[in-house]
């Protein structure tokens, strides 16, 4: 066997090839979409924060969204896998040698180098790309929901901590009624108005409410360390937040609020699904189209020392695999698409429906709190706390009426938070956020007014 006809037949191929690959040559990444960025160089602030900080810190820097560069960047690379073309093959054969006689040696053999070419037909290579492009738009409003998501969790986070800040508040104002309180009684013990006893019951009332000053103080730290989670951080730096709490507007309808659930990406997201389901039903009818493959290449005879041109031409048959079950798996799954759809409405409508209740009925226990009930419970108190001085009731009847005034007002704390908690699952359920580009800096529906309290 000569080895420079080798030699020129292998440099043949190997032309052959390059050019194949040149014709070939695979599109260039796509770049990134931009409609997802995420952002780290966001600068925590260490003093007071307000809604639209927590929110921007989240957003930049929150560990639930830092995935989706990744994923985006994984779905870019599948789109550009999709479109690549089947590789050539290089075939190298010798025949004819081995034998007896004439043919125990090389002298008679027939070398063969040749390069085979698979070629995709009915639109393999098309229809790959549609399913991949159209898996990447869905990591898009994956990341449309998460984003919402973080929203709503930071939202009520910050919410948490305003109301761990006024129950805080409210049970310091109770430790410094106590004690006065307990000072005054010991006052009149002393001076033979009232029984020991008295005293007795009010330092159970002053230790009492040194315990739940300490426990709403314990509630706070973890409300901070609950918000800061939101954007990644371990210990907060911030102080203290700071923004409206107690006022409250009307809730819109529930017939008003479900219009906006078109605009939830949970549901908008699939309409997508259901076209990348069809477009893999497309794929896998075209994957029972059989491809077919051409060769070409150079044969060496060495007993005459000729050499010749080859040609290939190889097609399947397709007698029994015509991707029949793939086209009835891709049927279910498109199939299946449409009833999830039809799930998730139900499911949406139905969260719609509970926390648009929740805010209605929070907002109806505000008002009534606020307009009604704890008015009467400050006048109730004042009218006791003078009574007790001049000597009308004993210290039994004023600890009462304080206990049920302090109850009340964190009842009304208790009711702000719980609106507040339900207009964030509402908004993010009509996939409508906050806004947080308010022209005050504060955001909107969170005022500045406490609740009555106790003078």
Known sequence: MHLSTLAVAVATTLFAYSGCRAAQAPPAPPSPDGAIEYRVNVREPNGVIILRDALALALARSPALSVFPYDLRAADARVLQAGLRPNPELTLEIEEFGGRGERSSFDAAETTVQVNQPIELGGKRSKRIRVASLDKDLVQWDYRAARLDVMRETTRAFVAVLAAQERLALNERLVELSRRAHAAVAQRV???KDSPVEELRANVALAASRIECQKAEKTLTAARHMLAATWGSHTPAFEKVAGTFYEVSKPTSLAEVTTGMSDNPDLA???TEEDKRRAALHLEKVRGVPNITVGGGLRRF????????????AVPLPLFDRNQGGVLEATAELAKSRRQYETAQVKTAAAIAEAASTLAAAYDEIVLLRSDVLPQSQQA????????LQGKFDYLHLLDVQRTLFQTQAQYVDSVQAYHRAQADV???TGRPLDIESRDGHPSNLAQDPPSRVK
């Open 381 to 388: 108190f004042e009218a006791a706390q003078q009574g007790y």
């Open 427 to 429: 908004q993010r359920l």
């Open 190 to 192: 002393k001076a033979g």
């Open 269 to 271: 997201r699939w309409e």
């Open 302 to 313: 060495e007993q005459t020392d000729d050499a010749a041109m080859v040609f290939g031409l």
